[in-house]
C-alpha cells in the first residue's frame, strides 16, 4: 500500500511541476522570439513575426499541439468548438510533431488540412518556445490586434478566460 501510495505521489508531483503556471506572464514578444523560423504546411519557411503580420489588426488564437500529444488529441474537439464560436478570431496551429513526416500524417488523420498550420521543423527547443516557457502541450496563447500577448497561459481550450479575452479584445 505504502508503495502504491508513494508511487501515485511521484506520478502527481511530475504531472504537476509539467502544467505549473510560468511565475511571469509575459505581454510582449521579444525580437528573436519572433525570429524564429516555421515551416508552413505548403513547405514555405518563414518567421513567426511573418505569420503573426498575416493577421495584423485581428485577434489569434494560438494552438501549440501534436498529434502525438494524447492530450492535444483530446483537446481538438473543444479547440473546434471555440474557433466556430469565435468566428471573427484567427486560429493558428504550431506543430511540434517530431518530424515533417508526422506533421503530414497528423495534419491528415486529424483532419486539420486546410487551417492554418505550421511546424517547427528544430523541434520544441528553440527561440519562440523557450520565450514562452513551453513545458507542456497543448498550450493555447491569445495575441492580441497589436501583436500583444492578452492571455499567456491555457492548457485546454476551454479555458474560460480564453473566451474572456477574447470578449475583452473584440468587445462583446
Request: include cysteine; charge should be positive; hydrophobic fraction near 40%.
Amino acid at each position: 500500500m505504502k508503495r502504491a501510495l508513494l508511487f501515485f505521489g511521484i506520478i502527481l508531483s511530475g504531472l504537476t511541476f509539467a502544467q505549473q503556471t510560468p511565475k511571469v506572464l509575459k505581454t510582449l514578444f521579444t525580437k528573436e522570439a519572433l525570429a524564429q523560423k516555421i515551416t508552413a504546411e505548403n513547405g514555405d519557411v518563414m518567421s513567426i513575426k511573418d505569420v503573426f503580420s498575416k493577421h495584423k489588426g485581428k485577434v489569434i488564437v494560438l494552438d501549440l499541439w501534436a498529434g502525438w500529444c494524447r492530450d492535444c488529441v483530446l483537446a481538438l474537439p473543444k479547440a473546434e468548438e471555440l474557433e466556430k464560436n469565435n468566428p471573427e478570431v484567427h486560429f493558428v496551429f504550431f506543430s511540434l510533431d517530431r518530424n515533417r513526416e508526422g506533421f503530414d500524417k497528423s495534419l491528415e488523420k486529424f483532419n486539420m488540412k486546410g487551417k492554418e498550420n505550421y511546424w517547427f521543423s528544430e523541434g520544441w527547443k528553440n527561440n519562440f518556445n523557450n520565450y514562452i516557457d513551453l513545458n507542456w502541450i497543448p498550450r493555447y496563447l491569445v495575441i492580441d490586434q497589436k501583436t500583444k500577448i492578452a492571455k499567456y497561459y491555457a492548457i485546454t481550450p476551454d479555458d474560460p478566460e480564453i473566451q474572456t479575452t477574447i470578449n475583452k479584445l473584440l468587445k462583446k
